[in-house]
């Protein structure tokens, strides 16, 4: 390559970047899921600088777990209190045992371990199946912190591991948008497609164009009560992970899209 080519080649790199900066802003690097000392978690750690190793790792991942390549220890789903031990009349879904994705967040947010433990940590020979720190003594105090910490009692937070809607929209419905009934009519109607043969669904929250998108409200594939799979509300159908948590000036705790006029709510519930 010229030198020419190559300053021309810097200049549409830069301009890259400057083009996708707003999407920067929303990546978990330098957020609270950064727990490098370049983050802006509760507490950091001077032991490693890599960001995706406190829930991600190439080898040794826990198969179990339904996310990619989880590198922490999951909890038993049955461990936990589910909302509807409240008996709340206006609550008119089943409920699995607590599972898919949410077991995943949880695996951090439920304090019984610390948020650095993995199962596979940073560099050669780091391997541990029951576990490990990667800095106990800077990170350790995360698992008694009271706002990340949501604890095993989950019947003071919004239901998850539960039918959409009440049930009603199942695998073997058309793709597109959901004409049939819901058993509660006061939802939004979810959009399903198939990939690789697996049905997913969501509830278009921005664009309303029929794509699933980062912004939408994901809804999560499940057969625990019927054996056609059906979509469950769980944490990652309101949060996205790696998203920062600042959008639009708001202080939204890695909400999908901005909550601004309760937008998180009115994607799926009609009030």
């Not at 909302?83 to 045992?97: C, G, K, M």
């Not at 003071?156 to 819901?182: E, R």
Request: hydrophobic letters at 35%; one cysteine or more; glycine letters at 10%.
């Amino acid at each position: 390559m010229t030198n020419k080519l190559k300053h021309i080649a810097h200049f549409i790199l830069l301009g890259a970047l400057f083009a996708g900066s707003s999407a920067f802003a929303q990546s978990v690097v330098g957020s609270k899921h950064d727990f490098t000392a370049g983050g802006s978690a509760q507490a950091t750690t001077g032991e490693t600088d890599q960001v995706c190793v406190f829930c991600h790792t190439p080898h040794g991942a826990d198969t179990a777990a339904p996310v990619p390549l989880w590198n922490k220890v999951l909890t038993p789903g049955t461990a936990y209190q589910r909302y509807s031990v409240l008996a709340t009349p206006t609550f008119d879904s089943e409920e699995a045992p607590v599972g898919s994705v949410s077991l995943a967040c949880l695996s951090c947010h439920d304090g019984t371990q610390a948020m650095d433990v993995v199962l596979n940590s940073p560099g050669s020979g780091g391997y541990d199946p029951a576990g490990a720190e990667i800095d106990s003594v800077a990170i350790d105090s995360m698992a008694n912190t009271p706002v990340p910490n949501l604890g095993t009692d989950l019947s003071n937070d919004h239901p998850v591991s539960m039918q959409y809607g009440g049930g009603g929209a199942l695998a073997t419905d058309l793709d597109g948008l959901f004409s049939g009934t819901l058993g509660d009519p006061d939802f939004e109607a979810p959009v399903k497609a198939t990939i690789n043969g697996q049905a997913i669904w969501w509830v278009d929250s921005v664009a309303n164009n029929g794509t699933r998108e980062k912004t939408d409200m994901l809804l999560y594939s499940r057969t625990d009560l019927s054996a056609t799979a059906e979509p469950f509300v769980e944490c990652g159908s309101c949060h996205d992970p790696h998203n920062s948590d600042n959008q639009a000036g708001q202080q939204v705790s890695f909400l999908r899209t901005s909550n601004a006029a309760s937008a998180v709510c009115t994607a799926c519930h009609v009030k």
